[in-house]
């Protein structure tokens, strides 16, 4: 008996409402002409679900609510898309605001490049930044806006756009966005990472690649999944290659190895990677082609020749400072010299991390950047060694503050993506991108027409380079060597701004001193 209806929850006296009405329903069914059948066939459903969810003892929520709880779980899941489109302003959003996506929709579309009314960001906010102008600016080329990459040890070297598409694998996006990619990257001259996942037929439409090797050797192992020297040598002598990449870490899951599950694994992708169809393939965390500076070295050195003497590098996310440390004094006792260094920073993407490894491993883009091109410099390889950035380079000003910092080249993934078409739906780890970019289903990727994505990704790039010059004519940097960190700043707090001079400084001293001190 139950002697306080209190202490039974509301779904429990609906239930029993329900089950009153619907005996009376059946009874008034047999004892009468009008017919009260349609009252069982709306509430029956609800009858039985409220039964099944009381007895289940899985879920607290839909146990107590069993028709209403469900409305929670429907506003939980579309709550990343009222906060976008309803409450969200246009410098709020993560990890690009929609000031930054609109920016890259408009130069994609070919549409207005400009705002109005004044800024909308806060000068007086910490973290604020600008750079510094000149009175008499200068005029710059932007055909002059390319970095040739490949020292005296390189026989191919490559003439490289400033800003490149970033590491994205066919797997991980769709062959139509992987075609427009490679499509955008012919028509408008610059470079396209194919990612760890291989060299598909995708990325082979006229554009040039930077292939990327990772840990799983994807496109270049051996049945045991080591790194195999022929099936190397036939991809990179191909004269759509025109650098080769080894991956050590990435920026947003550094030390942490890549999986590819059996679902996304077809015959195709199997045939590309050279593994197993059907089956999840696990990418370690560490290489088994070598294990510490010295042997990486020789790796670069047997991928040069095996390539025909093209470009030769690796990416990697900073983590210990003594490791970079430990490469350059290698590489001035083995006298190999890498052609380049691709540093991705921290807040670099991925389409499926560890949250822990998203939030809080790695060093930060900017932070890592002033320390390789200093250590660089100490051990007289600036120069010799060009540097790449990776994380978060959407705008003309982001490329500068790279440059300044001390890279010579960027790469840009997820600005790429935004030119396609992406809307930061963060489904990339579903396999249900609204847009059709990172999804194998066809019923998806079909909505993506190549035909007008690829100019989409070449215009972006046109524009942003169109940005990047008009920046240096207004600061008076005639050419890329002459942008300079100490005219640029940021402000710490209400009363002090200190410029990157001061911020990232050179600190030759010091770092003298460590380096005596690990010797």
């Known amino acids: 008996m139950i002697r306080n209806p209190k202490q039974v929850p509301a779904s429990g006296i609906i239930m029993l409402l329900l089950v009153l009405v619907n005996a009376i329903v059946l009874t008034l069914g047999y004892t009468s002409s009008v017919n009260h059948y349609w009252w069982l066939i709306l509430t029956a459903p609800f009858l039985i679900i409220g039964i099944y969810h009381r007895l289940q003892k899985k879920h607290s929520i839909l146990r107590n609510y069993p028709v209403i709880g469900y409305l929670r779980y429907l506003l939980e899941n579309i709550r990343p898309e009222i906060r976008q489109y309803f409450f969200e302003s246009d410098s709020d959003g993560k990890p690009f605001s929609r000031r930054q996506r609109s920016i ?27 750079v510094a102008h000149t009175n008499f600016p200068v005029k710059v080329n932007r055909n002059d806006l390319r970095v040739i990459i490949g020292n005296e040890q390189c026989s191919q070297p490559y003439q490289s756009s400033i800003l490149n598409i970033g590491a994205m694998s066919y797997g991980a996006l769709s062959k ?13 001259g610059f470079a396209h990472n194919t990612g760890e996942g291989g060299i598909s037929p995708w990325h082979l439409k006229g554009g040039d690649l930077i292939w990327q090797i990772g840990t799983g050797y994807f496109g270049c192992r051996n049945a045991d999944g080591n790194f195999d020297p022929e099936s190397f040598a036939l991809n990179a002598t191909r004269p759509e290659v025109k650098m080769i990449e080894v991956k050590l870490s990435q920026g947003a899951k550094p030390g942490y190895g890549g999986m590819l599950p059996a679902a996304k694994n077809t015959e195709e992708i199997a045939a590309i ?11 370690p965390p ?14 670069l050195s047997q991928l040069r020749k095996l390539s025909g003497g093209k470009p030769v590098g690796f990416k990697i996310c900073l983590g210990d400072k003594n490791e970079l440390e430990d490469i350059c004094r290698q590489i001035n006792k083995t006298e190999i010299i890498p052609d380049f260094i691709v540093i991705d920073g921290a807040e670099g993407g991925t389409g499926a ?8 491993v790695g060093m930060p883009l900017h ?15 600036q120069g010799k060694i060009k540097i790449i950035a990776a994380g978060k380079i959407i705008s003309g000003y982001d490329i500068l503050k790279a440059l300044a910092l001390g890279a010579d080249a960027c790469y840009s993934a997820r600005g790429m993506m935004f030119s396609l078409g992406c809307i930061q739906a963060l489904q990339c780890d579903s396999g249900k991108c609204p847009v059709g970019i990172a999804t194998q289903e066809r019923s998806l990727y079909g909505a993506i027409d190549v035909t007008d994505k690829k100019i989409r990704v070449a215009n972006f790039h046109r524009h942003t380079i169109n940005a990047v010059t008009h920046l240096m004519e207004a600061c008076g940097f005639s050419t890329l060597d002459e942008i300079d960190k100490s005219r640029f700043y940021r402000r710490l707090n209400l009363v002090e701004t200190k410029s990157f001079d001061e911020i990232y400084p050179d600190n030759r001293n010091e770092l003298a001193q460590q380096i005596s001190v690990l010797n």
Do not use: C
Not at 176 to 188: C, H, P, V, W, Y
Not at 273 to 283: A, D, E, M, N
Not at 353 to 360: K, R, V
């Open 286 to 299: 560490m290489h088994s082609a070598f294990h510490d500076a010295r042997s990486l070295l020789q790796f």
């Open 176 to 188: 139509t966005a992987i075609q427009s990619l490679n499509e955008g990257a012919r028509i408008g």
């Open 273 to 283: 990677r050279l593994v197993p169809p059907h089956k999840t393939i696990i990418s």
């Open 104 to 130: 890259v929709y408009q130069r994609a579309k070919d549409e207005k490049k400009t705002v109005a009314f004044g800024m909308q960001a806060d000068p007086a906010h910490p973290g604020y930044e600008w």
């Open 353 to 360: 991390a560890p949250l822990e490894f998203t939030d809080h």
């Open 367 to 381: 932070e890592a950047l002033a320390l390789t091109s200093r250590t660089l410099t100490f051990y007289g390889l």
